[in-house]
């Protein structure tokens, strides 16, 4: 019997999705819509509306008026009718994940624009919001008698956590970030396979409508999961991504079989769209890659990072990020590829002066002083403003 | 019966975690000695950061003064369970990098972001070399606040004071008072 069922499941995870079965998706919002101030999901819109308030100011908001107009315009490319009900909040979070509220509210976290290779994945992501939003997922999924009793627990640890979190004062009680969070009930992750499905299928439509590779929506959830299988725990982490469904590889293939009829319908050739979202987030990169490294994931940030370099992203940067990871890992031969990676970096134009800084410490460590003396003086003259001069000119003076 | 009524009333009593004062004399926390001024107040460990001893002028959400003392080479600053991979101290670690160090740790341990960070510059912590610095950050609850920090590694160990508070108003009212502190710090031997 097991085996009956074994197969049918096999049967049924290849069956191949025929052009004739590709039926669009509708939205089920009007354009303006507003719900019934007096009902829940009028409710739940108020709640939205004052944790909004409270994300325009908060500190972990990225302030980047052009890279927040750049996103904007890709939500109109993408959803041109619907586009001003949708408002879109960079927050400088380093994991992978974007938010819808049903109330429009978008938030997409710094380590989904340093994962995402070009327009076309980042907008694969955005229309995937934009399909939970206009195919009422959250709303939908409000309905479930389950989900209220998870949302008020939710609600119950946040004011809980206020008093019993003292321990970790500097978490005391929820942030507005957590708040709208809550909008997690509209997270990439959160929903169940039905809507996750058809969220990925409207995000691919509509990229299909503005004429991006629709192939690049498979190809950022396949190096999402080569980068989480490159994790180096020996436990893997339950993390947001895997404890989502639909698995990733039913995922990558339904978009691949969708990509292909898309693809074949269009008569031009489809965009990229790789300089414009370099050059947008390139000002932000140092910051990103900086909170990447902070997580000490380091067989999952190696992974990254050297994707990045492949794929010709900040290369003086990425190279810079990834001395530090082997500077600060410290394992067998950590240091010479270190010194390699800095010394690569050194050749591009946007390469980081604090690398000479990092250079000369691990030359100091190794007590070569006349070299870590060189590399500190090079640091200094680069950035003559270092608030760490005092301390460097220390290191300048050990070993003489 | 008056007795275990007694008994009761002591356990409720006893259960309860209080602050409490913080004497002018010295005060000794492991291999780290202090003369505070009248105005510090011990936080019960069950709220104090990373659950090392802390202390606040004005209340744990807004100021604390903790001490990290005697983490030994291979250690890491907070405890850490089995899943969290918290960085580890090396006794051979420069300021540079112990700097890395306790960023990463609030980063992991706290979700904090550090906005800016800067005068990194030595500072004698009792007898011994150490460091001092001041960096801006918001941790999960979305206050910005300001840290310093004087540290020194002694007979390979990390020792560290750190002051943090809300940056508007509570971070330079009790500044001076921390600086005054870390003054008459000594490190044991």
Request: aromatic share 10%; proline share 4%.
């Amino acid at each position: 019997m097991s085996k009956l069922v074994l197969a049918y499941a096999l049967v049924m995870l290849i069956q191949p999705i025929n052009a004739e079965e590709f039926l669009r998706v509708m939205p089920e919002l009007t354009t303006n819509y507003q719900p019934d101030t007096s009902g829940t999901e009028g409710g739940i819109w108020l709640i939205m509306k004052d944790a909004e308030e409270a994300l325009k100011n908060s500190p972990s908001r990225i302030n980047d008026p052009e890279l927040d107009a750049y996103l904007h315009d890709l939500i109109c490319k993408l959803t041109p009718e619907y586009c001003p009900e949708i408002r879109i909040y960079v927050i400088r979070r380093p994991h992978f994940n974007a938010t819808m509220a049903p109330n429009g509210m978008m938030q997409i976290w710094t380590g989904l624009l340093l994962r995402a290779k070009n327009e076309a994945q980042l907008s694969a992501v955005l229309g995937h919001e934009i399909g939970h939003y206009l195919r009422r997922h959250s709303i939908k999924r409000f309905d479930d008698a389950k989900f209220k009793t998870s949302l008020f627990s939710f609600l119950t640890v946040g004011i809980a956590g206020a008093v019993a979190t003292g321990h970790m004062n500097l978490n005391a009680g929820r942030s507005v970030l957590d708040i709208s969070q809550f909008s997690m009930y509209a997270s990439i992750f959160a929903y169940g396979r039905a809507h996750e499905s058809e969220a990925d299928k409207y995000g691919i439509q509509l990229l299909a409508d503005a004429g991006m590779k629709t192939e690049e929506a498979a190809k950022l959830w396949e190096s999402l999961t080569a980068e989480f299988d490159a994790a180096n725990y020996k436990k893997p982490k339950p993390s947001l991504f895997f404890s989502t469904h639909p698995a990733p590889k039913d995922r990558i293939r339904k978009l691949n079989a969708y990509s292909r009829i898309l693809s074949s319908r269009l008569d031009k050739e489809e965009s990229l769209g790789l300089k414009a979202f370099q050059e947008r987030i390139s000002v932000h990169m140092k910051t990103m890659l900086s909170d990447e490294i902070n997580l000490r994931q380091f067989g999952q940030t190696q992974y990254l990072f050297q994707s990045l370099l492949a794929d010709g992203i900040s290369p003086g940067l990425v190279n810079y990020f990834l001395g530090e990871l082997h500077r600060i890992r410290k394992e067998e031969g950590d240091f010479a590829l270190a010194k390699q990676y800095y010394e690569e970096a050194k050749k591009y134009e946007d390469h980081d002066p604090e690398l000479y800084r990092s250079l000369g410490i691990m030359y100091l460590k190794e007590k070569n002083y006349t070299l870590a003396h060189a590399q500190f003086s090079d640091y200094l003259a680069q950035l003559p403003e270092a608030t760490d001069r005092e301390m460097i000119e220390y290191y300048m003076t050990m070993g003489r | 019966m008056k007795k275990i009524v007694l008994l009761i009333i002591v356990t409720i009593l006893g259960a309860c975690s209080t602050h409490s004062i913080v004497t002018d004399k010295p005060q000794t926390i492991k291999s780290i000695t202090v003369t505070p001024t009248l105005i510090w107040n011990k936080v019960p460990s069950n709220l104090s950061i990373g659950g090392v001893p802390t202390w606040t002028a004005d209340g744990i959400s807004l100021n604390s003064l903790s001490f990290f003392s005697d983490i030994k080479d291979g250690k890491t600053l907070i405890k850490a369970t089995k899943k969290e991979q918290f960085p580890i101290f090396k006794a051979d670690m420069l300021p540079t990098e112990l700097v890395e160090l306790i960023e990463s740790t609030l980063a992991k341990a706290y979700e904090a972001k550090v906005l800016s960070s800067g005068n990194l510059k030595p500072l004698k912590l009792g007898n011994d070399d150490g460091f001092e610095y001041t960096f801006d950050f918001v941790a999960g609850d979305e206050l910005p606040r300001r840290g310093y920090i004087a540290g020194a590694v002694k007979n390979e160990k990390l020792h560290i004071i750190f002051y943090q508070a809300a940056r508007l108003h509570y971070y330079d009212t009790r500044v001076g008072d921390v600086r005054d502190i870390i003054k008459t710090a000594a490190i044991k031997e």
